[in-house]
């Protein structure tokens, strides 16, 4: 079977483009309206203040345009996903994003109504003052409803900025300064929401509601006041009325699209013996997750990985060609011509697939599961340490006595690595293998992985003088440093999880180490790590050598443990 390529879908990755960006737009609007309700822990002076400075930027034309374009455009392309999803079948954590999407127009209707439009429609400057008495006292009803939809709308927002921003290299570093900012505004908000609230409680009641708001347009009559108010509540019915008929009318048309396709189905065969029958047009993904057939997606469907993939066996002649996205993916990763990614792949007729990632492996990694980071190709430095001679140096000693000394070893090892910017990866034994440039460059993680096998030299020799009376022999080490793509992910099981890094370069840098203590050497170090960290080899000695799975043979420097220091 062959596969023809299509032209790139450019209008499906502007819409996502304009879908996240809208969705940018309108967080910056809730993150500068919190902030703002954040400085009445100041003073309501303070909040009042800083609320000039708000509308100045969202009440002028370009501001009101940006908004509501941007809020228009985000309702649109949520109604148009919601009405493409061909199965309500979704991970937890999608659902949750819709659901929360969809109750914010009904808890904040209200409040823009009484803000926004009745300053358009009656000239009327609302203050915080006002806002907040009729919030706090005269309708506190109305003012629990507004909190509930200010955590809401700040949870919402937080998920889509953690979808988009999940999978970047900088992200595990960045997470926890995120997630404190994410916790303290929306707290600070409500905090001083609730700190001038009590303030206005103790003060005298002057007016309900709406009649704390300053007018600038006195000679209107009471009657066309009366006019304005009645076309308010004109506009706050025709809002939750175009609201609830555009959701009605996506389940509709949904609803008779489902009906329609009850006659046009076709079917999807596993290699389990499973057949999930589905309309025409689904995708192979949503028909697994209909069909309750685990397959793993790390990405939740979208395209940007490729632990979907599936093997077409049967039906492959008739299948519609990929994507952009989809062919970028499988070049990427040299799919052979029968392999599709399950979320991109919408038959249109019967198929028979093979999940490429084993039911075995599906049965212990759940459905849709995401992890923060499920998987990267990356250059990054590896350094690997072993002591040598280690069984000779613990004969005849108590197991206590071994466990002391592993300790001691492995502690001088961890803080090596963490004070180098490296990341310890794992123990194995009495070695230790450790990562570096993963947050930063190349070259910076080849100069720390350098200045950590030093670090480790030196604290290894006095850990030898402190316990010189109780060896036999001096401590030594050997470690290997080699330079080159991985991939980092997180690997394990259950508790047993962690970021780690497999692949060719992982391997090297273990036979570099077992090669250092075949030469007697502390060090062995690879010609791309020494290069990328500048630093001076005249004084080095260097050899070719072969390495098991490799056509070429590597150059190595090999580095004695009296020049180690010279890279702390």
Request: glycine fraction near 8%; include cysteine.
């Amino acid at each position: 079977m062959t596969i023809a390529v299509t032209g790139p879908s450019i209008s499906e990755k502007s819409l996502r483009r304009a879908r996240l960006i809208s969705g940018l737009i309108m967080l910056v609007f809730v993150t500068l309206h919190l902030a703002n309700h954040a400085l009445n822990l100041i003073s309501l002076t303070a909040a009042e203040e800083g609320r000039l400075w708000f509308i100045a930027i969202w009440r002028n034309p370009i501001g009101t345009l940006l908004l509501y374009g941007a809020l228009a455009v985000h309702v649109t392309l949520v109604m148009r996903a919601l009405y493409q999803r061909r199965t309500l079948v979704m991970p937890v954590r999608e659902a949750l994003q819709i659901v929360l999407g969809l109750l914010i127009p009904l808890l904040i209707i209200d409040h823009v109504v009484a803000t926004r439009i009745r300053f358009e429609l009656l000239g009327m400057q609302d203050t915080y003052g006002s806002v907040i008495r009729g919030l706090w006292i005269d309708s506190p009803t109305n003012g629990l409803r507004q909190s509930l939809a200010l955590i809401i709308v700040w949870m919402h927002g937080c998920i889509g900025v953690h979808f988009w921003l999940r999978f970047r290299s900088w992200y595990g570093t960045a997470s926890p300064f995120l997630l404190t900012f994410a916790i303290l505004v929306p707290v600070l908000a409500l905090l001083g929401f609730a700190d001038t609230g009590r303030i206005l409680e103790s003060e005298p009641v002057q007016s309900s509601y709406g009649s704390g708001y300053t007018s600038d347009s006195s000679s209107k009559t009471s009657y066309v006041r009366e006019a304005r108010l009645q076309d308010m509540q004109t506009v706050k019915l025709s809002l939750y009325g175009a609201f609830g008929a555009t959701l009605l009318t996506v389940f509709a048309l949904r609803t008779r699209r489902s009906w329609r396709e009850r006659s046009d189905q076709i079917e999807i065969r596993y290699p389990g013996g499973e057949t999930v029958r589905v309309p025409r047009g689904f995708s192979v993904l949503e028909a697994s997750r209909l069909g309750g057939v685990p397959h793993y997606a790390v990405c939740g469907g979208k395209g940007r990985c490729s632990t979907c993939r599936v093997q077409v066996v049967q039906g492959g002649a008739t299948l519609p060609p990929p994507q952009s996205a989809e062919q970028a993916t499988l070049r990427r990763i040299g799919a052979e011509p029968d392999v599709r990614l399950a979320c991109q792949l919408h038959p249109t007729n019967d198929i028979s697939v093979v999940p490429l990632l084993q039911p075995s492996i599906e049965g212990i990694v759940p459905t849709g599961s995401q992890q923060t980071n499920p998987g990267r190709e990356q250059e990054i430095a590896i350094l690997f340490c072993d002591i040598r001679s280690f069984t000779m140096l613990t004969e005849a000693r108590l197991p206590y006595d071994i466990v002391f000394l592993l300790n001691r070893y492995f502690a001088i090892v961890g803080r090596a690595v963490e004070h180098s910017g490296g990341r310890l990866d794992k123990f194995i034994g009495d070695g230790a293998m450790a990562l570096f440039g993963l947050n930063g460059s190349l070259e910076d993680g080849c100069r720390n992985a350098l200045k950590a096998a030093a670090i480790i030299t030196g604290e290894m020799e006095r850990l030898s003088e402190e316990l010189a009376g109780e060896l036999s022999a001096p401590i030594r080490v050997a470690m290997g440093i080699h330079t080159g793509p991985a991939i980092v992910g997180a690997m394990g099981y259950g508790t047993v999880k962690n970021l780690t890094a497999i692949g060719d370069t992982v391997n090297v840098a273990s036979r570099l180490e077992t090669i250092a203590k075949e030469l007697d050497a502390t060090l062995v170090v690879s010609e791309p790590t020494i290069f990328l960290a500048g630093s001076d080899t005249d004084a080095l000695e260097s050899r070719e050598i072969t390495i098991r799975g490799r056509a070429e043979p590597l150059r190595v420097y090999i580095i004695p443990q009296a020049m180690s220091a010279r890279f702390a």
